[in-house]
């Protein structure tokens, strides 16, 4: 990649990012007068949250479960704590150590 | 009002996150061949977590600047009603007001949306500066350290996975809405299943027009729930 290309991704990131954050300051009326971006405001980030998370476990490319194994332990793993005990460091370390104990074969598998 | 030393220790929490994960990023990006610098540069830049990361692989497989640009639009949509609980805080001009919408990130949100946490507008966009700092400081951190870990140290960018594992979490705990929470897992069934390639574009195109032609709950209770 070249300096323009770094330029570029960082102003399309950038840029949309800020557009993003802007949006209820430039358009205030509009979010809060309107009761279906409302709704879409209260439930999409739900639905979202989850599907960035199967996203990002690479869900679109198993072909079966058995793929994901270390995927889905590390998860569970990171899941449960957070539901525990409610420390996003704890949770995301914890998880991050599993996966990589599994990728590596640590635990001598 | 308080002072640099008294606004500090509110930033503490988003301190022991943002420097460990900054960090994965810089590492992430280093390992991932591109050009070092860039790293601390998208932290100045862009400043927004779960794309950086996202983008790392993007870039490094040469995405188009389109995909790019839907990519950023999906991962951080739910930004745009972080401002709505924000008004009270916004500085009233220039570069601060600009500075101050440019740093909204989801820890940002919470740690402003908090009540009582922080008062006024100089607070706040000195909380706005320290977070950004720790972030950008952690890539940096990041981006040099990459050098001396381990080769083949595979699975380092779970953290992403395990942010976004958090991050669902605190929602679904924060919103109890298991209605969109189904949604949310039929939506990347379906999407998974007939479009894998176009994954997370048509995935999220299904929930926003699933969503949007929801039935509304009555007047009566919009009513109730907006004024």
């Known amino acids: 990649m070249t300096t323009t290309d770094y330029l570029l991704a960082a102003l399309i990131m950038g840029g949309v990012t800020f557009a993003l954050r802007a949006f209820p300051f430039v358009a205030r009326h509009l979010i809060a007068h309107h009761p279906r971006i409302q709704v879409l405001g209260q439930r999409l980030p739900v639905a979202m949250m989850l599907l960035l998370t199967l996203y990002a476990m690479g869900v679109q490319q198993w072909h079966s479960l058995a793929q994901g194994k270390a995927q889905i332990a590390a998860v569970l793993l990171v899941a449960g704590l957070q539901l525990w005990r409610r420390q996003a460091m704890l949770s995301i370390l914890s998880g991050t150590f599993l996966y990589l104990a599994l990728m590596n074969g640590w635990f001598g598998n | ?170 929602q679904v705990r924060a919103k109890r809405d298991w209605g969109a929470a189904v949604l949310g897992l039929a939506a990347a069934l379906v999407a998974g299943w007939f479009f894998p390639h176009y994954f997370l574009l048509a995935a999220s195109l299904m929930l926003v027009l699933v969503l949007l032609a929801w039935p509304l709950p009555t007047s009566a209770e919009l009513a109730h729930d907006h004024d």
């Open chain 2, 1 to 170: 009002m308080r002072s640099w030393q008294g606004i500090f220790p509110l930033t503490v929490p988003v301190m022991m996150g943002y420097l460990p994960l900054g960090a994965v990023f810089g590492v992430l990006w280093a390992n991932a061949g591109l050009c070092w610098y860039w790293a601390p540069l998208m932290s100045v830049l862009v400043y927004a977590g779960a794309l950086q990361y996202l983008a790392v692989g993007m870039l490094a497989a040469g995405t188009g600047w389109l995909d790019l640009a839907v990519a950023s639009l999906l991962v951080n949509f739910r930004h745009i009603f972080y401002g709505l609980s924000l008004y009270h805080l916004l500085p009233g001009r220039g570069l601060g007001r600009a500075y101050f919408i440019f740093g909204i990130t989801d820890e940002t949100y919470s740690l402003l949306s908090a009540s009582g946490q922080v008062q006024d507008r100089q607070q706040a966009l000195r909380v706005v500066f320290l977070n950004q700092s720790y972030w950008v400081l952690g890539t940096l951190a990041g981006v040099l350290l990459a050098k001396g870990l381990p080769p083949g140290l595979q699975g380092l960018d779970f953290a992403l996975t395990a942010l976004f594992t958090v991050l669902a979490v605190e």
